[in-house]
């Protein structure tokens, strides 16, 4: 097999890494016997998965390998469009429902921060609203001020006005008295 060798003790030392097989290739006696009587044993037996079939549907074995991280991407997505399709036709569904109390607690605050309503969820964000300064952070000192500019022309927009023609209608309105 032309490995550079030598006895060392009764043992067989071999010089060099040499590669015996390639995976794929056909493997002869005189390899075989060599790797035998060196304890290896380059063979492995197992069934390689192609396809899957499952209830009457066939799926490609590259679904099998999808990770928990994509499973999670994707059922977030549906989620999301399930969601947004909820809220936009008014049908109250357990993806929604978060969307719409946090909604409905905006309202409440908006409510809350225009009139003498209050609740406890409302006082901190009236107390930001009545006094910013105490809320203020730290700004920053370098701060780049552009200037502006010298000349602002003026435009002025005229409003045309159209007078509805009777023939748009044809005399029939569901609205009139």
């Known amino acids: 097999m032309n490995i550079a060798s030598k006895i060392n003790r009764g ?9 015996l097989i390639k995976q794929g290739t056909k493997v002869g006696s005189s390899e075989s016997i060599l790797l035998t009587m060196l304890g290896k044993k ?5 069934l390689t998965c192609t396809f899957v079939y499952e209830d009457g549907k066939v ?20 989620l999301s469009t399930v969601a947004a399709i909820s809220l936009a036709t008014g049908l109250p569904t357990v993806a929604s429902i978060p969307h719409s109390v946090l909604n409905a607690f905006k309202n409440l605050l908006a409510i809350s921060l225009e009139t003498n309503f209050d609740f406890d969820q409302a006082k901190t964000i009236k ?17 780049a001020v552009t200037k502006a500019p010298e000349k602002v022309e003026e435009v002025v927009v005229e409003e045309v006005k159209e007078e509805k023609a ?5 005399g029939f309105s569901f609205f009139d008295e």
């Open 59 to 78: 799926y490609a074995a590259k679904f099998l390998d999808t990770s928990s991280d994509e499973v999670m991407r994707r059922f977030s997505a549906g």
């Open 42 to 46: 380059p063979f492995s037996y197992g």
């Open 11 to 19: 043992q067989i030392d071999i010089l060099q890494d040499v590669t």
């Open 127 to 143: 107390d930001m609203v009545q006094n910013p300064d105490a809320y203020k952070q730290n700004e920053p000192t370098n701060i």
């Open 166 to 170: 009777e023939s748009d209608d044809m």
